[in-house]
């Protein structure tokens, strides 16, 4: 299928996009402001990047609009950019088209995989939510909102359904795994067929599904300035809905999220069950995302509340407590146990012995991240990269934060980033303790899959975090990389080994999002304004002066 080469520009200034750097502590006293519509924040900061993207050899066209599709195979944006495009860009194009599901004569989504080549199809002919995200990106990039509209409707269709796994029935504001369309040549009739996590390995559902949903809706509001989809009734009940799920009063004495193993795209048991970063980071820019779309109306008003006093309490517990770096982790291992009170520094009695090793080697003296999980006498010290990348994105770390993330992939090329992006985690965890985990899993073996494997996917998000942070040459490298290899090896899922250097063992050829997520690194590579459609500013009143007891530095 030939790439359209219709160009379609929108008004990209919304009072939506106004609203991501408005003052968070304000909206407990006052009401919101119709704020006049002008350039948003994240397009001014990115016009700010533009003379060290310059430096990188990338120019900024600050005029141009997120609506605007980047025309990758356009020779004047090939002239102005001076960003040769790359013959797979042709390929990956025609792949991207050639995944589309059609309902009732609509385009809803792409499949998650299109491989003649696999005899066992299982669930990789459905429309997966978090899969299509980076779909979804690439066709907003390259102005075709249509599918990302209906794919948004649709699901928010699903989302009323009635949703139950043997005599349980789910949250009203659960959002499906994914969906099949059923056609009947017959009869010639579309039907569809969701899945809530009822059919899902282990039977978990989605937790990122609802995330991800709000976060494309914002998304596709700033890059066409279609204020109607986010405002309808329907959109703004279906966040709500997603919302009471995830701000309902529990036992919890922590604002993170209490998430079962599975529940997000390490979709297999990994011993990520409690607070996992990829799904509070997700969960923190889906509250600042919707915080942006909802009406301050009779039911709107209450959740805006909930939700400025949640983003507070999680961007302190998150930046406190799950941030390691060289300095922390000499705090960690010096810890005393067994604390009471409140001027406990050992908040959560985590045993320094419980600290494994190669962390210590890991760790450079420049550099840190979010660590993967912190629960009481227990913390996980794996590096998640999709957690961490929104954490840049939505501005959950803070800049010198988010410039520590740079400094620790680059320190730690090889061991994260190999011969082919991404590291989904670091380490593989083996022997022993993977019998443990994952509880044998013969598909997360040592170096493969989600343990440890290599997820060519993941180019999109680090490519964002790195436009956003002013260091585009590190994307470049990265899809040096990945142009030298995926195409000639069909697009694959995954790739297996410490380098990432070979095809993963049970990979799927030519999987739908990785080759989506090339296209959307591609093009934000080639116009870094598409940045604004999927990235969040600092709301600088949400950076309170973390305060310690004053045994902190003992």
């Not at 520009?9 to 609203?19: Q, R, T, V």
């Not at 792409?110 to 002919?125: F, G, K, R």
């Not at 436009?467 to 030298?484: D, H, S, W």
């Amino acid at each position: 299928m030939d790439v359209p080469l219709g160009l379609r520009n929108f008004d990209s200034n919304c009072s939506i996009s106004d609203l991501d750097d408005f003052d968070l502590s304000r909206l407990l006293d006052k009401p919101r402001l119709n704020v006049e519509r002008q350039r948003s924040f994240d397009e001014r900061s990115l016009s700010e990047l533009s003379n060290g993207l310059a430096r990188a050899g990338l120019d900024h066209n600050d005029s141009s609009s997120p609506g605007t599709r980047s025309g990758l195979n356009s020779p004047a944006s090939s002239a102005r950019n001076s960003f040769e495009p790359h013959p797979m860009v042709v390929d990956a194009w025609e792949a991207l088209h050639k995944s589309i599901v059609y309902f009732r004569g609509l385009p809803v989504g792409t499949i998650a995989a299109v491989d003649h080549q696999s005899e066992e199809v299982l669930n990789y002919d459905q429309v997966f939510v978090r899969d299509f995200v980076p779909s979804a990106l690439a066709f907003l990039m390259n102005g075709e909102p249509d599918i990302v509209k209906n794919f948004l409707l649709k699901t928010l269709y699903l989302q009323g359904w009635e949703k139950r796994i043997d005599r349980f029935k789910l949250g009203e504001g659960a959002m499906p795994a994914s969906f099949k369309v059923l056609h009947d040549p017959v009869r010639k009739t579309d039907t569809l067929m969701a899945d809530f996590g009822e059919s899902a390995i282990g039977r978990v559902a989605p937790v990122d599904s609802g995330f991800w949903w709000i976060i494309l809706l914002r998304a596709y509001t700033k890059s066409t300035g279609d204020l109607s989809l986010a405002e309808s009734p329907e959109c703004q009940k279906g966040m709500r809905l997603i919302l009471s799920l995830c701000l309902s009063e529990g036992f919890d004495t922590f604002p993170t999220l209490l998430c079962a193993d599975g529940c997000s795209m390490i979709d297999r048991r990994m011993g990520i069950y409690g607070y996992p970063i990829e799904i509070q980071a997700l969960f923190f820019m889906s509250l600042r995302c919707a915080l942006s779309m909802l009406k301050d109306d009779a039911e709107g008003k209450e959740f805006i509340e909930r939700i400025v006093k949640r983003l507070h309490a999680l961007s302190y517990h998150m930046r406190s407590y799950f941030w390691l770096d060289f300095q922390q982790l000499n705090v960690i291992y010096r810890y005393k146990t067994e604390e009471y009170s409140h001027t406990a520094v050992n908040k959560f009695n985590v045993i320094p012995d419980s600290i494994p090793e190669w962390v210590f080697d890991f760790m450079p003296t420049r550099g840190g991240y979010f660590i993967g999980n912190v629960s009481p006498a227990r913390m996980d010290f794996r590096w998640f990269v999709l957690g961490n990348c929104v954490a840049i994105l939505s501005s959950l770390a803070t800049p010198e934060q988010s410039m520590a993330i740079m400094d620790l992939i680059e320190a730690r090329w090889d061991e994260l980033v190999g011969e082919m992006p991404l590291k989904i985690s670091y380490p593989a965890i083996g022997s022993h303790e993977w019998r443990i985990v994952t509880g044998c899993d013969p598909k997360n073996t040592s170096w493969s899959y989600h343990n440890g494997g290599s997820w060519p996917v993941l180019l999109w998000l680090l490519t964002a975090a790195c436009i956003k942070t002013g260091r585009p040459q590190i994307a470049r490298r990265a899809m040096e990389l990945v142009e030298n290899r995926l195409l000639k090896d069909g697009w694959p899922e995954y790739y297996d080994g410490k380098l990432g250097r070979y095809i993963g063992k049970q990979a799927r050829k030519y999987q739908t999002w990785s080759i989506a997520g090339y296209l959307v690194a591609k093009m934000m590579l080639e116009d870094p304004s598409h940045l604004g459609m999927i990235s969040l500013e600092e709301d600088r009143h949400m950076r309170p002066v973390i305060k310690r007891s004053s045994s902190w530095t003992c």
